[in-house]
């Protein structure tokens, strides 16, 4: 503003001009200006941001100090291995810098020393839905079977009714809302129940799409995603992802597994790929390799068999 005055201000000969008038006039409307923005900005959030931003150095001071601590009780737990509240601050330390296959690993072991430690057992829990939910299934599934016989905690079954949808797992949704239902300390029952009879309406819908058989010459770990798609069309109509285990092993495709759930209808003539990745997710940001590819042309002539596949 003050060059665009200079610059207003000049006259023919280069020489500066007083223009009073147009200097007050251009002043009082920044005057107003600087009024309005005042209106829209709360000083008294000052003291709000100040004490943000020291919480945040506060916890990236914390979180290098405990990188730093890390090595040295690893030093200190190679000669005292039975340390379980050692094991346990180590599980907390991986688990801050999300290092959750470590803090698992450390979990595993504290809860080893100390079986009957419930808080414990619930850290470790949550440690290894973060590590990866698909990846950890059984285990998760495991403990939380054991936490919830020990403690009765109505939150426990909600969390595992929570984990058994995202993992996909009908049987044990239906068996954890058989017990949440019977808990004396939840409520809202109906609403439950009605759950309950949905899902055991939708797990008898379930239509066979392809029953395969499949054997792996090469050893694998990590998982097996098999595709359905129309052939020049990049999106897929059903994927089935399977967590290997051995390198033979059946896989039935079902109405379940359809990209689009209201779209359940089967081309004639489309393409089945086997893609490996040993991460659980299906993303763009996942890194998958094909195995294995084949066109099947006349979908009505295998529909009904047993589809063997190797590669």
Excluded: C
């Amino acid at each position: 503003m003050y060059l665009f005055i200079l610059f207003k201000s000049r006259n023919v000969d280069g020489q500066f001009t007083s223009r009073k008038l147009y200097l007050f006039i251009v002043l009082f409307l920044s005057a107003i200006t600087v009024y309005i923005f005042s209106l829209s900005y709360d000083l008294s959030n000052t003291a709000d941001y100040k004490q943000i931003h020291s919480k945040n150095m506060s916890v990236r001071n914390n979180i290098k100090t405990i990188r730093e601590n890390v090595p040295k009780l690893e030093s200190r737990l190679l000669n005292s291995s039975d340390d379980f509240n050692g094991w346990l601050m180590l599980g907390k330390s991986y688990s801050i810098l999300k290092n959750y296959q470590k803090a698992s690993k450390a979990y595993q072991i504290a809860i080893n020393l100390r079986p009957d430690n419930m808080d414990a057992l619930r850290e470790y829990i949550l440690v290894l839905r973060s590590d990866g939910e698909i990846v950890n299934k059984d285990l998760i599934e495991k403990y939380f079977v054991i936490y919830i016989d020990k403690t009765n905690e109505p939150q426990a079954l909600l969390d595992l009714l929570s984990f058994s949808f995202n993992v996909n797992d009908n049987v044990l949704a239906q068996n954890t809302l058989n017990e949440i239902i019977q808990h004396p300390n939840i409520a809202n029952k109906n609403e439950y129940k009605k759950l309950l009879a949905n899902l055991k309406d939708s797990s008898g819908l379930s239509q066979t799409i392809l029953d395969l058989s499949v054997t792996s010459r090469d050893k694998y770990e990590g998982y097996f995603f098999m595709i359905l798609k129309e052939k020049n069309i990049n999106q897929p109509f059903a994927i089935k992802r399977v967590k290997i285990s051995s390198a033979n092993f059946n896989v039935k495709f079902t109405s379940n597994d359809f990209m689009v759930k209201e779209n359940t209808n089967i081309p004639n003539d489309f393409e089945f790929i086997i893609k490996h990745s040993k991460n659980d997710r299906f993303s763009s940001d996942v890194n998958l390799i094909e195995v294995f590819r084949m066109n099947i042309s006349d979908y009505n002539s295998v529909k009904k068999e047993i589809l063997r596949v190797t590669f």
